[in-house]
């Protein structure tokens, strides 16, 4: 049966064996290590595929609920973040624990990172990009 046949479960099952038979493998199987490892990458390719068709196939209402979901976490993240300016001085006037910015940008990234709103941020921009194929707008929800 061809990838294309296959359902996404079937895929993932194949996609576990591989990984199990490379765990398996003896380090001097190289040939073999690079067979089973080429198969892996077709399988993640079209286990990939599935997820990117996924959406094309959800309604526009779907999307859109989810759209916004993503857009208040993002929110609720930003308003974690550390306004730099007003952590410059401390209430006597001198310089506080990260006057000199540098640290509260650091701080502010680790949360971002820690929160993954860069993923965050990818999902709506795909959602966003099937909407405006669909010619649906947006913007004003």
Excluded: C, H
């Amino acid at each position: 049966m061809a990838d294309t046949d296959k359902s996404l479960d079937d895929l993932l099952e194949e996609l576990a064996e591989v990984q199990g038979r490379l765990l398996e493998l003896p380090s001097d199987a190289f040939a073999e290590r690079f067979g089973l490892q080429k198969r892996q990458d077709a399988l993640r390719e079209q286990t990939a595929r599935f997820a990117r068709d996924w959406d094309l196939d959800r309604s526009s209402e779907d999307l859109l609920a989810e759209l916004v979901s993503l857009q208040a976490r993002v929110k609720s993240i930003d308003s974690l973040r550390i306004n730099t300016a007003a952590q410059q001085f401390s209430s006597d006037g001198s310089i506080g624990p990260i006057g000199d910015g540098g640290g509260a940008i650091r701080l502010n990234q680790g949360i971002a990172d820690a929160q993954g709103v860069g993923e965050l941020q990818a999902r709506i921009g795909r959602i966003k990009a099937i909407l405006t194929d669909r010619g649906v707008d947006f913007d004003t929800r």
